[in-house]
């Protein structure tokens, strides 16, 4: 998703300098071209060396490092003002002050000075040393100037001191990278509405009807929405998935749950899209205790459930972008075709259980958007990809 993205790594001198080496080596994975700089204490914990073998491009530490002759390709400069995207991490206390009043008498500080992309800063520290007021000040102050802050973690650091400090894992950093540049900012002032997952309907205490939703279709359109800049609401069900960077997550059980969250927060939305396998049936009544086990065969009368998107297709708003899916077994163009009309829905994402990587549980997707006036048929996709295609034909379609 980093393809043609320039990514500068700035390089402090803290013990996690060393978690850099696997974000640098994720970021080229992800078809960036990953420039570094550090500071000179920053060597002290992983040598320069490391870091122009994972990315192939020189590592910069002095400012007095530059080529001296080369008066119109000024690294400290130039590396600023050609990145996309600069993360600075570890950031201790010392770089933040600098950075926050201005101070550039190094190479990771005269190189951000004159930066014109999004800059992320994440803090990692003794936690007395984070929570002290004038690095809280420093903080504010950065906020304040447009700097994105990525918060620490609560964890055991490395001074023996158990409190917030920790440097985010890998993973969330380049995370945070993807949310800032992975995409154009194309639905930016746009709220969206997901709901994902499966629904969980209690028979006793102990035992529940469910399916087999994984919840990672909806994830990956909430995630992809976060990317290309809205403001994202996730209505989940049940999963084992970690929640999107960037999205707010409201957690349910039920159909009447999820009915009751959406519904609550349908006419803020700009674009709604339902992705969560939705019980549509759910027990009469719960059993206060265990049902204990008896001989002979037992039966659990059910009711139906309230439908999520006929009730929401019916309030529509004007301008309201409304998305269901269907999951098929068979007839799947028709039924899907049906159910657009019933449900007042503005597009269905249909699939069929029976083609080979469109199941729940899978990392990928076969996907056909219809509409009232428009089909596209997907290839096999990845979820991510998927929903990218989704949100591209919604802002098609809004445009309209």
Wanted: aromatic content about 6%; glycine content about 6%.
């Amino acid at each position: 998703m980093l393809k043609g993205k320039n990514i500068l790594l700035a390089v402090t001198g803290g013990i996690a300098a060393y978690k850099m080496a696997d974000v640098a080596s994720m970021l080229v994975k992800q078809g960036a071209d990953v420039h570094v700089v550090m500071t000179k204490n920053a060597t002290n914990f992983i040598p320069a060396e490391t870091f122009q073998v994972l990315t192939k491009n020189k590592v910069y530490t002095d400012c007095f490092d530059e080529d001296p002759d080369d008066y119109v390709n000024v690294p400290h400069i130039s590396l600023g003002t050609s990145a996309d995207c600069i993360l600075v991490a570890p950031a201790t206390a010392d770089v933040i002050g600098k950075i926050a009043n201005g101070i550039a008498d190094d190479m990771v500080t005269t190189t951000i000075l004159p930066a014109l992309c999004p800059v992320l800063i994440a803090p990692s520290m003794n936690g007395y040393m984070f929570d002290n007021p004038i690095v809280q000040d420093n903080i504010s102050k950065l906020k304040k100037f447009g700097y994105k802050i990525i918060e620490p973690s609560f964890g055991h650091l490395a001074c023996g001191y158990d409190g917030k400090g920790k440097l985010p894992s890998p993973e969330d950093l380049v995370e945070n990278v993807l949310l800032a540049v992975a995409r154009d900012k194309d639905l930016k002032g746009k709220k969206v509405l997901v709901n994902a997952g499966p629904t969980e309907e209690s028979i006793d205490p102990i035992r529940v009807i469910t399916n087999h939703s994984s919840g990672k279709m909806g994830y990956a359109i909430a995630r992809q929405a976060a990317f290309r800049g809205a403001s994202v609401t996730l209505v989940s069900g049940p999963t084992n998935l970690k929640s999107p960077m960037g999205v707010e997550v409201i957690s349910i059980k039920s159909a009447e749950d999820m009915y009751q969250e959406m519904v609550k927060n349908a006419d803020q939305a700009d674009i709604i899209i339902m992705a969560a396998a939705v019980a549509d049936y759910t027990p009469v009544t719960t059993a206060e205790n265990k049902i204990k086990k008896t001989e002979g065969d037992f039966s659990i009368p059910l009711k139906r459930t309230k439908d999520i998107l006929l009730s929401i297709g019916q309030q529509k708003k004007d301008g309201q972008f409304i998305c269901g899916f269907s999951m098929e077994t068979e007839n799947m163009l028709e039924n899907s075709r049906k159910k657009l009309i019933k449900k007042n829905a503005d597009m269905i994402c249909a699939n069929n259980l029976r083609q080979a990587g469109a199941g729940y549980q899978v990392d990928t997707n076969i996907l056909t958007l219809i509409q009232k006036d428009f089909e596209k048929e997907l290839p096999l996709l990845s979820k991510d990809e998927a929903a990218n295609e989704i949100l591209t034909v919604i802002k098609n379609s809004l445009k309209k």
